[in-house]
């Protein structure tokens, strides 16, 4: 997976995000896009991202699942 960067102000607030030219050029292969194509794309990547992650991550039974979300 590759790794994004959060640039912080010094009171550890979120100002901006770095991501790597592979991330950049998946998201936005050609230079001119609209803010709709820009929000599906970016909606379609982190959504892949997501699903990747899923398939690595092991099942919960139903009994820890309820935990899980009670917390």
Same mark, same amino acid.
């Given at each position: 997976?590759?790794?994004?960067?959060?640039?912080?102000?010094?009171?550890?607030?979120?100002?901006?995000?770095?991501?790597?030219?592979?991330?950049?050029? #998946?998201?936005?292969? &050609?230079?001119?896009?609209?803010?709709?194509?820009? @929000?599906?794309?970016?909606?379609? %990547?982190?959504?892949? #991202?997501?699903?990747? &992650?899923?398939?690595?991550?092991?099942?919960?039974? @139903?009994?820890?699942?309820?935990? %899980?979300?009670?917390?």
């Amino acid at each position: 997976m590759l790794e994004i960067e959060y640039l912080k102000d010094p009171n550890g607030k979120p100002t901006a995000v770095i991501i790597p030219i592979e991330v950049w050029k #998946q998201i936005f292969p &050609e230079e001119e896009i609209s803010l709709d194509e820009l @929000s599906d794309r970016l909606e379609d %990547y982190c959504l892949n #991202q997501a699903m990747d &992650e899923a398939k690595s991550t092991p099942l919960l039974d @139903s009994k820890t699942a309820l935990q %899980y979300l009670e917390e």
